[in-house]
């Protein structure tokens, strides 16, 4: 188990990071730094010795914040910013079908299980429609269905 990053490497947090419980001052579930934030590594450490955890400081909301090596990216690696992520509740824009026949109504609320960056039409989604198969969505048929408990941050930011 090598480390991927080293001390003083700037890197991209690839999704929301919340307070766990771990990180002082602040309630459980709190957002603590935006995906596609950047930071620098400031030291390497393990966690139940089979995962790598890098504390990375991350300037603009000056906070030092432990992440696991699958949250981040080298900081020149391409990034896609994406509006929703892993378990997201979403609602559809527009009814979902598959060859002519609808399968999901408009304003269904389903939850995203999986972000695909590099879809050939656009970011999409694969999202969970309870009682149905899960469906490939792209972004734009897609809207918040609620807003996430303790984000306040209303910027325009993916």
């Known amino acids: 188990m090598r480390p991927q990053y080293d001390y003083g490497d700037e890197v991209r947090v690839v999704r929301n990071v919340r307070n766990d419980g771990t990180f002082p001052g ?11 934030s950047t930071g620098f590594v400031k030291d390497v450490g393990t966690f ?14 000056d906070r030092i914040v432990g992440c696991r090596e699958e949250e981040l990216i080298p900081v020149d ?9 892993f378990r997201d509740k979403v609602a559809t824009r527009i009814p979902l079908g598959i060859q002519g026949q609808v399968l999901v ?3 269904e609320i389903g939850e995203v299980i999986k972000v695909v960056r590099d879809h050939p039409d ?18 734009t048929a897609l809207t918040e269905s609620e807003p996430a408990i303790n984000d306040t941050d209303n910027s325009s930011e993916p």
Request: aromatic share 10%; net charge negative.
């Open 105 to 107: 109504e408009a304003g």
């Open 122 to 139: 656009g970011v999409a989604y694969h999202v969970h429609f309870l009682d149905r198969n899960t469906l490939l969505v792209p972004e």
């Open 77 to 85: 690696a391409p990034w896609v910013p994406s509006r929703f992520e």
């Open 26 to 36: 602040e309630s459980t579930g709190t957002l603590l730094v935006r995906r596609g």
């Open 48 to 61: 139940l010795q089979d995962q790598i955890i890098y504390s990375v400081h991350f300037l603009d909301a």
